[in-house]
């Protein structure tokens, strides 16, 4: 009888639960914001929920050597502060970014140095820009930015410097200070400055004459930081086979002093060729440098094409974190004959008996190298780690193939249909923001940019840009995210055309800066969200709850409200900035041109089947949205 019972029991609990299941889809299935898709994952696949367990990252000291998928002529300074400044232009124009490694430039903090100005000589085809920590005539250090810049015809391209008296170049205002040229007052580019004792000289990149037919190097002295006192004197002229050709050019000059030995190190040949390499011309600091025939030039050059690596150059040499290595950081082409469509490396070097840089060859871009010391040790997460997840209406399934360039000889591939994901299940120690560098290749047939959505445990989506550098050429796309302490959530939706996943980086960050807690977010037309912010201050973070002010860059897209929320007002792109203490941070709203609505929907429990004595798991619903939140 008490079995009976005990059944009767079962089977009544049974009956409960099958209601329950059916009522709770009922009462789903009538919200009225749900919309699209309402569909279970495919059959014998994991269903992921909002915190789940990691996926078994592994604790590295290395890194594949691209620090910026996209870039040119990087100049990057370690000031006395332990940052790293790097100057750089973009759209807005000459832009400043710092960061406390080598291996997070691209992630660094920004702002805003010079903006050229329309109907003036200087108004376009800004280039090169560096920046300069330098003793003016007063004795005082100012910072200093060199910058080549026209009127948008080459030939009138000429030198131009900024100044900023404040100690951190973030903040203070930049003062244009004019152009900078000796009497000749010929073409320029490429400007740089060396110091020896109290004496400033610029060293440049130019024109003998107004032709352009070739591009020499040159020498003067300067009076102060902004103005050169004496002739120019030539240093080199392309004269060797690798100089020479296709393009006659020497240009990109940096210098480094070792001991007594200035290694004046240059790039040769066309910027746009896989034929673009470095060479070496050196002088003693006790010399006369305005005299040409103390400076000795190398036949060969130093640093070219190996390994998979085209068109190395225009370069800047640093220290390591704990200054106990130089590394060289240089630009290459993203592909053989890319031309000027370029990514940013960087790799160690070593010193010559005779105190000139042994730059050896550019290293194996699938072979992953040591992380300059004194940066901190990351977690990687490889590809067949990661959870794959079909688009329930779509097509293709994203999958994990081999392939032998990838870190752990496996990529994430086919992320084809919209939404596609790729889920890493990842744990960190503490709570905090972390810099997340996720090595990925665009190969799409289209030849264009690329994107993978992020959501970090279920938040709205951040569109990550990946350039094209073809299929299996490895780049890095790097985010600042904010992380709970223990388990968190990384989602990859598909975005823009295909791009592969090989690893995923971790590592914690080191700042003093303003941040929002995700690099971006996707908005439903008309929803109105609140954007955490925070100060950093080394690797501890405060949770800003007053005294902001927010400014969009397009009130046609996103609006700022009561209470500093943003509201959603029409399809597509606005910047959001955010200023506090005197910091600022700023993060991209993209607004879908629909509301926030469901893609699909996921049901676990109960389970179908019971033994006597057993609880049944409760019913959990999880609910994926068009702007990729959970």
Same mark, same amino acid.
């Given at each position: 009888?008490? *079995?009976? !019972?005990?059944?009767?029991?079962?089977?009544?609990?049974?009956?409960?639960?099958?209601?329950?299941?059916?009522?709770?889809?009922?009462?789903?299935?009538?919200?009225?914001?749900? $919309?699209?898709?309402?569909?279970?994952?495919?059959?014998?696949?994991?269903?992921?929920?909002? #915190?789940? *367990?990691?996926?078994?990252? =592994?604790?590295?000291?290395?890194?594949? !050597?691209?620090?910026? @998928?996209?870039? &040119?002529?990087? %100049?990057?300074?370690?000031?006395?502060?332990?940052?790293?400044?790097?100057?750089?232009?973009?759209?807005?124009?000459?832009?400043?970014?710092?960061?406390?490694?080598?291996?997070?430039?691209?992630?660094?903090?920004?702002?805003?140095? %010079?903006?050229?100005?329309?109907?003036?000589?200087?108004?376009?085809?800004?280039? +090169?820009?560096?920046?300069?920590?330098?003793?003016?005539?007063?004795? @005082?250090?100012?910072?200093?930015?060199?910058?080549?810049?026209?009127?948008? =015809?080459?030939?009138?391209?000429?030198?131009? #410097?900024?100044?900023?008296?404040?100690?951190?170049?973030?903040?203070?205002?930049?003062?244009?200070?004019?152009?900078?040229?000796?009497?000749?007052?010929? %073409?320029?580019?490429?400007?740089?400055?060396?110091?020896?004792?109290? @004496?400033?000289?610029?060293?440049?990149?130019?024109?003998?004459?107004?032709?352009?037919?070739?591009?020499?190097?040159?020498?003067?002295?300067?009076?102060?930081?902004?103005?050169?006192?004496?002739?120019?004197?030539?240093?080199?002229?392309?004269?060797?086979?690798?100089?020479?050709?296709?393009?006659?050019?020497? /240009?990109?000059?940096?210098?480094?002093?070792?001991?007594?030995?200035?290694?004046?190190?240059?790039?040769?040949?066309?910027?746009?060729?896989?034929?673009?390499?470095?060479?070496?011309?050196?002088?003693?600091?006790?010399?006369?440098?305005?005299?040409?025939?103390?400076?000795?030039?190398?036949?060969?050059?130093?640093?070219?094409?190996?390994?998979?690596?085209?068109?190395?150059?225009?370069?800047?040499?640093?220290?390591?974190?704990?200054?106990?290595?130089? %590394?060289?950081?240089?630009?290459?082409?993203?592909?053989?004959?890319?031309?000027?469509?370029?990514?940013?490396?960087?790799?160690?070097? =070593?010193?010559?008996?005779?105190?000139?840089?042994?730059?050896?060859?550019?290293?194996?871009?699938?072979?992953?190298?040591?992380?300059?010391?004194?940066?901190?040790?990351?977690?990687?997460?490889?590809?067949?780690?990661?959870?794959?997840?079909?688009?329930?209406?779509?097509?293709?399934?994203?999958?994990?193939?081999?392939?032998?360039?990838?870190?752990?000889?496996?990529?994430?591939?086919?992320?084809?249909?919209?939404?596609?994901?790729?889920?890493?299940?990842?744990?960190?120690? /503490?709570?905090?923001?972390?810099?997340?560098?996720?090595?990925?290749?665009?190969?799409?047939?289209?030849?264009?940019? +690329?994107?993978?959505?992020?959501?970090? !445990?279920?938040?709205? $989506?951040?569109?990550?840009?990946?350039?094209?550098?073809?299929?299996?050429?490895?780049?890095?796309?790097?985010?600042?995210?904010?992380?709970?302490?223990?388990?968190?959530?990384?989602?990859?939706?598909?975005?823009?055309?295909? &791009?592969?996943?090989?690893?995923?980086?971790?590592?914690?960050?080191?700042?003093? /800066?303003?941040?929002?807690?995700?690099?971006?977010?996707?908005?439903?037309?008309?929803?109105?969200?609140?954007?955490?912010?925070?100060?950093? =201050?080394?690797?501890?973070?405060?949770?800003?709850?007053?005294?902001?002010?927010?400014?969009?860059?397009?009130?046609?897209?996103?609006?700022?409200?009561?209470? !500093?929320?943003?509201?959603?007002?029409?399809?597509?792109? +606005?910047?959001?900035?955010?200023?506090?203490?005197?910091?600022?941070?700023?993060?991209?709203?993209?607004?879908? +041109?629909?509301?926030?609505?469901?893609?699909?929907?996921?049901?676990?429990?109960?389970?179908? #089947?019971?033994?006597?004595?057993?609880?049944?798991?409760?019913?959990?619903?999880? *609910?994926?949205?068009?702007?990729?939140?959970?």
């Amino acid at each position: 009888m008490k *079995a009976v !019972n005990s059944a009767r029991k079962e089977q009544k609990w049974s009956r409960r639960s099958v209601k329950a299941l059916l009522l709770s889809l009922a009462v789903l299935l009538m919200l009225p914001q749900w $919309g699209g898709r309402a569909a279970a994952e495919e059959s014998g696949t994991s269903l992921p929920e909002p #915190v789940v *367990a990691a996926q078994g990252g =592994t604790n590295v000291t290395d890194f594949y !050597n691209v620090i910026m @998928q996209t870039g &040119a002529d990087p %100049w990057v300074y370690k000031h006395t502060d332990g940052y790293y400044y790097n100057t750089f232009v973009n759209a807005s124009g000459v832009m400043v970014r710092r960061s406390k490694t080598i291996t997070g430039i691209e992630a660094g903090e920004r702002s805003l140095a %010079w903006s050229p100005v329309k109907g003036t000589m200087y108004s376009s085809n800004v280039w +090169a820009p560096e920046m300069h920590y330098l003793k003016d005539t007063d004795g @005082q250090y100012k910072w200093y930015i060199y910058v080549a810049a026209d009127n948008g =015809t080459n030939a009138n391209h000429r030198m131009y #410097v900024m100044e900023n008296a404040s100690a951190d170049p973030m903040t203070g205002s930049w003062t244009f200070k004019g152009k900078i040229t000796d009497a000749t007052d010929r %073409w320029a580019i490429d400007g740089t400055v060396l110091t020896i004792g109290d @004496q400033h000289y610029f060293i440049w990149s130019g024109w003998e004459d107004t032709d352009g037919s070739f591009q020499n190097l040159y020498i003067a002295r300067m009076s102060n930081p902004w103005t050169i006192s004496s002739q120019r004197v030539l240093l080199s002229t392309p004269e060797y086979d690798w100089e020479t050709s296709p393009g006659r050019i020497n /240009e990109g000059p940096q210098i480094t002093i070792k001991g007594n030995k200035i290694n004046l190190v240059y790039s040769a040949n066309g910027s746009w060729t896989d034929s673009y390499s470095l060479g070496l011309i050196t002088a003693s600091t006790s010399a006369d440098l305005m005299n040409p025939a103390s400076w000795t030039k190398r036949n060969q050059p130093i640093f070219s094409s190996a390994n998979g690596v085209y068109g190395p150059g225009h370069h800047s040499i640093v220290t390591s974190p704990d200054g106990s290595e130089d %590394w060289i950081i240089y630009h290459s082409a993203r592909w053989p004959g890319s031309g000027w469509t370029r990514n940013v490396r960087a790799q160690k070097f =070593t010193w010559n008996a005779d105190n000139t840089p042994n730059l050896g060859e550019p290293v194996n871009p699938n072979s992953p190298i040591a992380i300059p010391s004194g940066e901190p040790a990351r977690i990687r997460y490889q590809a067949e780690e990661a959870l794959l997840v079909k688009d329930p209406a779509g097509t293709s399934s994203p999958a994990v193939r081999r392939e032998s360039s990838a870190s752990g000889g496996m990529k994430i591939t086919n992320l084809a249909n919209a939404y596609d994901y790729a889920q890493f299940n990842v744990n960190v120690p /503490e709570a905090g923001f972390y810099v997340m560098s996720v090595r990925n290749s665009n190969g799409s047939a289209n030849a264009g940019d +690329a994107s993978h959505i992020l959501s970090v !445990n279920g938040g709205p $989506g951040a569109s990550m840009n990946i350039v094209y550098s073809g299929a299996n050429r490895w780049g890095a796309s790097t985010a600042k995210i904010y992380l709970q302490q223990g388990d968190n959530v990384l989602r990859f939706t598909k975005g823009n055309n295909l &791009a592969d996943i090989d690893s995923l980086d971790l590592s914690r960050l080191n700042t003093s /800066e303003l941040l929002f807690g995700t690099p971006g977010y996707t908005l439903g037309l008309n929803e109105t969200r609140s954007l955490p912010l925070y100060t950093v =201050t080394g690797t501890t973070y405060a949770a800003v709850t007053a005294g902001v002010m927010l400014t969009s860059s397009d009130t046609n897209v996103a609006v700022i409200q009561a209470g !500093n929320q943003v509201k959603a007002t029409g399809a597509g792109s +606005a910047t959001i900035t955010a200023t506090y203490n005197g910091k600022t941070a700023a993060v991209t709203v993209n607004v879908k +041109a629909e509301p926030k609505t469901v893609q699909s929907l996921t049901l676990t429990g109960p389970e179908p #089947v019971l033994i006597s004595g057993q609880t049944s798991s409760p019913l959990r619903a999880t *609910a994926y949205y068009n702007n990729y939140e959970v």
